[in-house]
């Protein structure tokens, strides 16, 4: 069984869509990572846990949190240096181990922007398509869970069980009614439910491989400047390039 946690950034030019897979054997050591890194960005930094951490915020050219975020001032290093912490956490993560397959697929919008709502859907939908492979060739199953913000009245990924807990759903039974054995045999890939993005960590990470991704083919100045247009460069162990083998990165670009 394996978990996916999407992540969406976008621009002007580009829609880019993440799907961060767990696999269930892994989940609790994944978890585990990545919610001590959040601890230590609270300690250092005074980022609260259970606040939603956002590249578009981190990197802000104000150089400070959305005053609901902060404890206090948050200098734009300070969130260049969390969110680079962040992505090395993942990438040591799937290097140590394993378990992790982080789907990409970047879009490139129409110039009308009454279009903007059908481009992140037709990445989302590419996006399904790449999972339901990648689960499909490893005789697996699996389902999302998505951002309740993001939700901006776009259909649900795909039909299946909902309100399953990640920790049950990583057991090969999780209760009468809601196991793999019960779902249609021809259906890969399950909806899960959506989530506030500030009480799941792997969640908020999988946004912060999106906006690294966004800012690699659609960086700003202040990326830039400050070289993150460099960071989706640290995810190497952690890219499912099955997903686009021609690609070097296995980035599905539309």
Not at 10 to 33: C, I, K, P, Y
Not at 104 to 112: G, I
Request: proline share 5%; aromatic share 6%.
């Amino acid at each position: 069984m394996r978990i996916y946690y999407v992540g969406e950034s976008r621009s002007r030019n580009l829609s880019v869509a993440t799907a961060q897979g767990v696999d269930g054997e892994h989940w609790n050591a994944v978890s585990e990572n990545v919610l001590d890194w959040r601890w230590v960005m609270e300690d250092e930094f005074n980022v609260p846990t259970g606040r939603t951490l956002r590249g578009v915020d981190l990197l802000s050219p104000k150089g400070s949190l959305p005053r609901g975020l902060r404890r206090r001032i948050t200098t734009l290093e300070e969130g260049l240096e969390i969110m680079m912490n962040g992505l090395r956490v993942l990438e040591s993560a799937g290097w140590r181990q394993g378990g992790i397959g982080v789907v990409n697929v970047c879009r490139r919008n129409s110039p009308f922007r009454q279009h903007r709502r059908r481009d992140r859907a037709a990445a989302r939908d590419r996006l399904l398509e790449l999972v339901n492979a990648s689960v499909a060739a490893d005789g697996r199953y699996a389902f999302f869970i998505e951002d309740e913000a993001e939700r901006d009245g776009l259909p649900e990924l795909a039909a299946g069980p909902v309100h399953r807990d990640p920790i049950l759903a990583a057991c090969p039974y999780a209760g009468d009614g809601d196991s793999g054995r019960d779902a249609a045999r021809d259906t890969a890939v399950y909806a899960a439910p959506y989530r506030v993005a500030g009480d799941d960590e792997l969640l908020q990470m999988a946004g912060l491989v999106s906006y690294a991704l966004l800012q690699q083919e659609d960086p700003t100045a202040m990326s830039e400047a400050l070289n993150f247009h460099l960071a989706f460069g640290i995810l190497k162990d952690v890219l499912d390039r099955r997903a686009c083998p021609r690609d070097p990165q296995g980035v599905d670009r539309l």
